[in-house]
């Protein structure tokens, strides 16, 4: 992901709310299936941590991206966003910018 997609991104998602909240269990295998179901149907999903978290969000963004093969877009503070194209043509609602090739 260049970081012209990856500003795109996070403008989309300036305006988003939070769609999960990740409490003191941290990344449990339901959350990370939830995730993978809203990123499938949205694409790009922020999730909020929780202050009674222990965990690190930049750790959890990277095992959440690793388990649902997400990129992570952001982490600021306790705000994490996600995204990953639908696998279904019909289903994609974001359009990155083109990547310009190399002359």
Same mark, same amino acid.
């Given at each position: 992901?260049?970081?012209?997609?990856?500003?795109?991104?996070?403008? $989309?998602?300036?305006?988003?709310?939070?769609?999960?909240?990740?409490?003191?269990?941290?990344?449990?295998?339901? $959350?990370?299936?939830?995730?993978?179901?809203?990123?499938?149907?949205?694409?790009?999903?922020?999730?909020?941590?929780?202050?009674?978290? $222990?965990?690190?969000?930049?750790?959890?963004?990277?095992?959440?991206?690793?388990?649902?093969?997400?990129?992570?877009?952001?982490?600021?503070?306790?705000?994490?966003?996600?995204?990953?194209?639908?696998?279904?043509?019909?289903?994609?609602?974001?359009? $990155?910018?083109?990547?310009?090739?190399?002359?």
């Amino acid at each position: 992901m260049t970081s012209k997609q990856r500003a795109y991104l996070k403008s $989309l998602a300036m305006t988003m709310d939070p769609v999960f909240q990740i409490g003191k269990a941290g990344v449990t295998p339901e $959350l990370t299936q939830a995730v993978d179901e809203a990123l499938e149907a949205r694409e790009l999903i922020k999730l909020a941590v929780l202050k009674n978290c $222990l965990e690190d969000g930049s750790q959890m963004a990277a095992v959440l991206a690793e388990r649902t093969h997400a990129e992570v877009v952001q982490v600021i503070g306790r705000k994490i966003v996600l995204y990953r194209q639908a696998k279904d043509e019909k289903k994609q609602k974001i359009v $990155l910018p083109a990547v310009k090739k190399a002359r």
